[in-house]
C-alpha cells in the first residue's frame, strides 16, 4: 500500500513540474522589458548611462517636484533619497543601447525608472560647452509586447559664472545697476583684470578699464561663454547702487574653478556650487533662489535739510528793526515834548 501511495505521488509530481516551470517561465518573460536606448553620441566610443529602479511612490514624488527638467537637480534627489543605480549601460558607436529591465518587484508591485547620462560629451566647437541627454522617468505601466523605446533629448551645457546682487537685512530685494570688474592675481599677486571675452584677454589696468559687467533687475551679474583653467578668480564691486555703499565683501568675491569626482568641470562662487546653463538658459530653481547672493548695505547718513532762500523784501511792522530803534524814540521823544509844551503855552494865556 506504501509502495502504490508513494509511487501515485511521484507520479503526480511528475506531472506537476513540467507545468510550474512552464508557468514560472512564462512570468518571467511577461516580466522583462526590452529597452531600446537611442541616444546620437558625439563620439566613437560612445557613452554611458546609469540606471535607477524607483518605487511608485518615488516616481510620483519626482514629477510632482520637476526634477525630471534639469539633470543636476535629477542627480541632487537621487542622492537625497539614498537611490543608488542598479546597472550601467553603453550606448556605442551605434547609437543604441539595448538592454532588458523587470516591469514588476519580488511583490508583483509595478517598477519605475530613471535612466541619466553619465558625462557629458563635449563639443567640438568649444571646449566649454557640452552636450547632455535629459533625465528619462519611465513608466512600465503601458509597455506593449514588453518593447520599450526611448530617444533621448541632448541639451547644450554651458559653463556660466554668475551670483545676485542684493541688499543686506531683513527686506532683501534684487538690487539693479550694480557694477563689477573680474581680475585673478599674478605670481607676483597683482590684478590681471579680465579686458575682453572673445578672445579673452587679461591685462594689468586700473578697474575703471576692465570690462564692465553690471547687474540686471534680477540683481543678476553674470559671465557666460568664458572658458577658464582651474584656478581661482575674483569679482570686485568697482560702483553699487544709489543709496548703497560697498562692502569689503563684495570687493573680493571668490570664484574657484575645479575638476569634480566625476571628472566633470566645477564653479564655485563665495563656496557654492554653480549650477550649468541648459539650452542657454539657467535652470529656474536657480533663478527662484536667486542664489549664491552677494548683499550691498543701504547708506545710514541723514542727507542734509536744503536750504530756502525768499526774494522777497522783509516785512516793517510797529516795532522797529535792529539799528533803527535810538532814532525812532528819539524823535517821538522830541514831538511828545512839543505838544506838551505848546500845551502849558496855551494853559497861560488863558488865565
Given at each position: ?9 511521484a ?5 506537476t ?35 535607477y ?18 539633470v ?36 508583483h508591485?509595478?517598477?519605475y ?12 566647437n568649444?571646449?566649454?560647452i557640452?552636450?547632455?541627454?535629459m ?5 512600465l ?35 539693479e545697476?550694480?557694477e ?45 561663454n568664458?572658458s ?28 574657484v ?7 566633470e ?13 541648459q ?27 536744503p ?10 511792522g ?12 528819539t ?10 509844551f505848546?500845551?502849558?503855552?496855551r494853559?497861560?494865556?488863558?488865565e
Amino acid at each position: 500500500m506504501k509502495r502504490i501511495i508513494l509511487w501515485l505521488g511521484a507520479l503526480l509530481l511528475t506531472l506537476t513540474l513540467p507545468s510550474a516551470v512552464v508557468q514560472a517561465t512564462g512570468l518571467e518573460e511577461l516580466n522583462d522589458v526590452t529597452v531600446h536606448l537611442k541616444h546620437q553620441s558625439l563620439t566613437e566610443a560612445g557613452t554611458t548611462f546609469s540606471v535607477y529602479g524607483l518605487t511608485s511612490d518615488q516616481y510620483e514624488e519626482a514629477l510632482k517636484k520637476n526634477v525630471e527638467k534639469s539633470v543636476d537637480s535629477t542627480k541632487q534627489w537621487l542622492s537625497e533619497k539614498g537611490i543608488v543605480k542598479d546597472r550601467e549601460v553603453w550606448v556605442s558607436s551605434s547609437n543604441e543601447a539595448i538592454f532588458n529591465v523587470s516591469k514588476y518587484d519580488l511583490n508583483h508591485v509595478l517598477k519605475y525608472y530613471v535612466i541619466l547620462q553619465n558625462q557629458p560629451e563635449l563639443s567640438s566647437n568649444s571646449t566649454d560647452i557640452t552636450y547632455e541627454a535629459m533625465p528619462s522617468f519611465i513608466s512600465l505601466d503601458n509597455v506593449v509586447n514588453g518593447e520599450l523605446l526611448i530617444e533621448t533629448k541632448p541639451i547644450n551645457v554651458e559653463t556660466s559664472i554668475y551670483f545676485f546682487k542684493y541688499s543686506a537685512g531683513t527686506m532683501q530685494r534684487p538690487l539693479e545697476g550694480a557694477e563689477f570688474a573680474f581680475y585673478r592675481l599674478t605670481s607676483t599677486n597683482k590684478k590681471e583684470y579680465l579686458t575682453q571675452i572673445n578672445p579673452v584677454k587679461w591685462e594689468e589696468v586700473n578697474s575703471s578699464k576692465a570690462l564692465k559687467l553690471t547687474s540686471n533687475k534680477l540683481g543678476l551679474v553674470e559671465i557666460s561663454n568664458l572658458s577658464l583653467p582651474q584656478g581661482t578668480y575674483y569679482f570686485e564691486e568697482t560702483k553699487a547702487p544709489t543709496g548703497f555703499s560697498i562692502t569689503e565683501n563684495a570687493k573680493k568675491v571668490p570664484v574657484v574653478v575645479s575638476e569634480s569626482v566625476a571628472k566633470e568641470k566645477q564653479v564655485t562662487v563665495n563656496q557654492e556650487t554653480l549650477n550649468k546653463k541648459q539650452a542657454g538658459q539657467l535652470p529656474k530653481n536657480v533663478l527662484d533662489n536667486a542664489s549664491p547672493k552677494v548683499f550691498n548695505n543701504p547708506v545710514s547718513e541723514k542727507p542734509s535739510e536744503p536750504v530756502t532762500i525768499s526774494n522777497e523784501p522783509p516785512r516793517k511792522g510797529f516795532l522797529p528793526q535792529t539799528g533803527e530803534s535810538l532814532v525812532t524814540f528819539t524823535s517821538l521823544g522830541l514831538i511828545m515834548m512839543i505838544v506838551a509844551f505848546g500845551l502849558m503855552k496855551r494853559r497861560k494865556e488863558n488865565e
